[in-house]
């Protein structure tokens, strides 16, 4: 059976995860983000597409493509962390808002902790929630948020598409 799709899109920088500055984001790699995402996506019954990008002009367009269009499935749901574009991109929301897909942004550090440039997120004004300050853990409590609102909101309450297979399913799963 077709299992909803999330995906999980990293911004500016993330890349570097584990390798430099381990006393404010942690030891773990992105490879390792990865792997936990994989291992909670099983458990919950969904599929993700984790990626991460340098680009902002990439980012925008991985966003613009979890709508489904023909021979494009589409994801069901959005988990960011959009790193330091959250802090300076109207464009980042703006793509957001138009994917009309629930969209959870996770931070690894408590980015209200920090300093204050850091304190606003363009994003959060498209997410259904926020998850800062957990480390890598977040990403594993915004997959499950997000199941937890696909399984609540028939069609996720978005256009249809979104599952792994691209096929005619709507966004979503039936309880
Ligand atoms: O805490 C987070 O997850 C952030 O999104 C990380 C961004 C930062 O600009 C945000 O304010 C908060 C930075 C990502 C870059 O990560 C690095 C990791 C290791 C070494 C250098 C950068």
Redesign the pocket.
Known sequence: MALPLIAVLN????N??????PE??GAATLDDVEALCAETAEALDLAIDFRQTNSEGELVTWVQDCRPAPGRPGAAAILI????L??TSVALLDALLAAERPVVE????N?HR?EEF?HHSYVSRAAVGVI?GLGIRGYALGLTALAEILLDTPGGGMPGGGMADGGAAEGGRAR
Do not use: D, F, K, W
Not at 11 to 14: C, D, E, K, Y
Not at 16 to 21: F, I, S, T
């Open positions: 911004g500016p920088n993330l570097m995860l584990g390798l430099r500055q404010v984001y962390n959009p790193a330091a959250s802090h996770v931070h690894l550090s980015i920090r850091r800062c």
